[in-house]
């Protein structure tokens, strides 16, 4: 009996397949509007969408927040480091699910109140991602090894 001599190929994760398959079914979730659109118009809907979503007024509102956030973020990474991937994740996974929820859905002036559901999901699974990455602690961050 002859063994074989090859060396064995690498596997890859089995998750990997299904992951794709989902993100793939999540890009073509449907868009939800007061009026009814053609498909022809799906591109229309999320320019709209995103024209409505881009106000200038709730960035004002928000932008400073998140920018402060970022700055003590980054300051906590290089004094801490050992506590600041906690934080890193669950500040990233709170930013997600805040940009989901706000670039997903609006009010435009054709296709009235417009949820934008692939958006909406993927943003969402990253949140939640990111934020189980967070209450499981496994993330490691430091400036250590720039350089």
Do not use: D
Not at 118 to 146: D, K, R
């Amino acid at each position: 009996m002859l063994a074989s001599r090859t060396a064995p190929k690498a596997r890859m994760r089995r998750w990997i397949y299904p992951l794709t398959y989902l993100l793939l079914i999540i890009f073509f979730l449907p868009i939800y509007t007061e009026k009814p659109y053609t498909p022809q118009e799906a591109s229309n809907v999320i320019r709209e969408l995103l024209f409505v979503t881009n106000n200038p007024a709730l960035y004002t509102l928000l932008a400073p927040l998140f920018h402060l956030a970022t700055i003590g973020l980054i300051v906590l990474i290089a004094l801490r480091p050992a506590s600041a991937g906690r934080v890193l994740a669950a500040y990233m996974g709170v930013n997600y699910l805040v940009i989901g929820w706000v670039q997903s859905q609006g009010v435009t002036e054709s296709y009235g109140y417009v949820v934008q559901t692939g958006n909406l999901v993927a943003c969402a699974l990253l949140g939640v991602m990111w934020l189980a990455v967070s209450f499981q602690n496994c993330l490691n961050i430091s400036f250590n090894n720039l350089g």
